[in-house]
């Protein structure tokens, strides 16, 4: 089966995980601000670090279905660029011993996914600083 056919199905799938992903960060992030613990749970763990994966899956798949690349397309690129600062911020949110330095990456991490999210919408590299 071509994965073009399979284009609506994994977009759908895309958008349900980026969604969970972002609920289950900002779970995590505020347990981890207000030290409540439950985010160093092994199943919270677990379930976080699946759902991101099958997000990167689903977004791989997504990049062969509609045969659009990083660095052809500018705005995959800059994309990908945020990707990595929500996954180290969000990393350092987890790993950060003071409350200040949690709350800042924390914040990094969400303006971060906030832009992306934009940038697919618009397929600008901009987002939606693009209308400035
Ligand atoms: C936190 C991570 C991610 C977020 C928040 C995110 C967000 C989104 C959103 C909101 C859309 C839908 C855009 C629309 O409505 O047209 C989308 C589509 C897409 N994403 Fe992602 N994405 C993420 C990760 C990835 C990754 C890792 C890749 C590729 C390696 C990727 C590749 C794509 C592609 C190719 C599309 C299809 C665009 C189209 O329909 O033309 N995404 N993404």
Redesign the pocket.
């Known amino acids: 089966m071509a994965l073009e056919t399979l284009y609506v199905p994994l977009?759908h799938s895309?958008?349900l995980l980026?969604a969970i992903?972002i609920i289950f960060f900002i779970a995590r992030g505020g347990s981890k601000i207000f030290a409540r613990e439950w985010q160093n749970k092994l199943f919270v763990k677990i379930s976080a670090h699946s759902i991101d994966t099958l997000?990167?899956l689903t977004?791989?798949l997504?990049?062969f279905a509609?045969a659009?690349y990083p660095i052809a397309q500018a705005w995959?690129t800059s994309?990908?660029i945020l990707?990595v600062g929500?996954i180290v911020f969000g990393i350092k949110t987890m790993k950060s011993k003071s409350v200040m330095q949690q709350r800042s990456y924390f914040a990094a991490a969400i303006v971060c996914?906030l832009i992306?999210?934009t940038i697919?919408?618009t397929h600008h590299p901009l987002g939606l600083f693009s209308v400035l």
Do not use: E, P
Request: glycine fraction near 4%.
């Open positions: 977009k895309h958008l980026v992903s997000l990167l977004g791989v997504l990049m509609t659009q995959l994309k990908l990707l929500y996914v992306m999210i697919a919408r």
